[in-house]
């Protein structure tokens, strides 16, 4: 199943903050998210339709909403659960 991917205000002002190389690491990793939630994901325990998707010590905070991917926060994950 294909996803159409969208990402928030916050999220793109986080991925615009990280070195070049972790940007395009992690866009690696949402296209191939996009194709079937492909990669290190994980529901979150406590939130509803909340993920995580892992890229190295970094963590992309998604909601699912039907065949949309909603990228709300690009953390690190010493800050990403708090």
Do not use: C
């Not at 509803?48 to 949309?68: D, M, N, P």
């Amino acid at each position: 199943m294909r996803y159409e991917l969208v990402i928030g205000d916050e999220a793109r002002e986080q991925l615009r903050a990280l070195p070049k190389a972790l940007r395009r690491s992690i866009g690696h990793r949402l296209e191939l998210l996009e194709d079937d939630l492909t990669g290190n994901v994980k529901k979150l325990s406590a939130q509803e339709k909340k993920y995580r998707l892992r890229v190295g010590a970094y963590r992309i905070l998604f909601q699912l909403e039907g065949s949309t991917i909603f990228v709300y926060a690009v953390k690190h994950r010493r800050d990403a659960y708090g």
